[in-house]
Each structure stands twice: as structure tokens, then as C-alpha cells.
């Protein structure tokens, strides 16, 4: 049992792409299928599949990485807001990653969206993940 599915979710992905992995799998749950939505819009990975063999289900990521370079386009997945301790951000102190080059995945009312989207919207919400 996981006490953290979001946190074991980053972690096979961080994993996999340390070993150069081309597809990973994880069971999946609603809010990690709007957070593998949310990395396919934002070009952070090549393709996504929902599978329903299971009562479960699988995620299968297709990853991304660099023709020449061999680099990943995902180069840092940091989990922010923990079961223990939960990371909201309001409009006015929404969190810059990188400076604005990466993105923080937002849970709100509206759903699953990225940082620069909770503000256009202007509403706040629990930080989940850093991704850059």
C-alpha cells in the first residue's frame, strides 16, 4: 500500500528516466491521469495511454528525450505538497519555477493546471509538483 501515490507516480518516472527508459507503467487514479494530461500538453513527454485491462488500470508514459543528445525533456520532477505537510499557493504568491521556464502542477477547483493557467483563471490551489 502506498501511503503517497503521487509521490511513487514522480518517482517511476524520475526512475525511469534515469534508465533511459522508453515507456513506463503505473497504476493509475484519476488525478495521475489529469497530471500525465497536464506533461503531454506541455510537451514534457511524447505520448500517454490510458489502459482499463484491470479493475486499476495502467498508465502507459511514452518518454521523451533528445534525437541527438539522448537528454530528457523531463529533467527535474520535485514533489512539493506532502501528505504531512500540504503546499497551497493563492494567486498572489504563486510559485516560480526556474524562473518561469518550468512549470508547477496545480490541483484547484477547476482541475489539474499548470501555474501560469491557475492565474489567467485567477485561483489558487495545493501545489503538487515542480516539473522543468
Keep these: 500500500m502506498n501511503t503517497d501515490p503521487i509521490a511513487d507516480y514522480l ?6 528516466i534515469k534508465a533511459n527508459h522508453r515507456i513506463v ?3 493509475a487514479s484519476n488525478l495521475k491521469k489529469e497530471i500525465t494530461k497536464v506533461l503531454f500538453d506541455k510537451g514534457y513527454i511524447a505520448n500517454y495511454k490510458f489502459e482499463d485491462t484491470t479493475t486499476q488500470g495502467v498508465i502507459k508514459i511514452a518518454l521523451k528525450y533528445n534525437a541527438i543528445t539522448k537528454i530528457s525533456a523531463i529533467r527535474t520532477l520535485t ?3 506532502k501528505p504531512g505537510l500540504r503546499q497551497y499557493a493563492g494567486v498572489e ?3 516560480r519555477v526556474l524562473n518561469g521556464l518550468g512549470i508547477a502542477i496545480l490541483s484547484t477547483s ?3 493546471m499548470t501555474d501560469k493557467e491557475a492565474a489567467k483563471l485567477n485561483i489558487g490551489g495545493e501545489v503538487l509538483c515542480h516539473v522543468y
Design 79 to 81: 514533489r512539493i505538497s
Design 11 to 16: 518517482t517511476r518516472v524520475r526512475n525511469a
Design 93 to 95: 504568491n504563486m510559485p
Design 110 to 112: 477547476k482541475g489539474v
Design 25 to 27: 507503467e503505473i497504476p
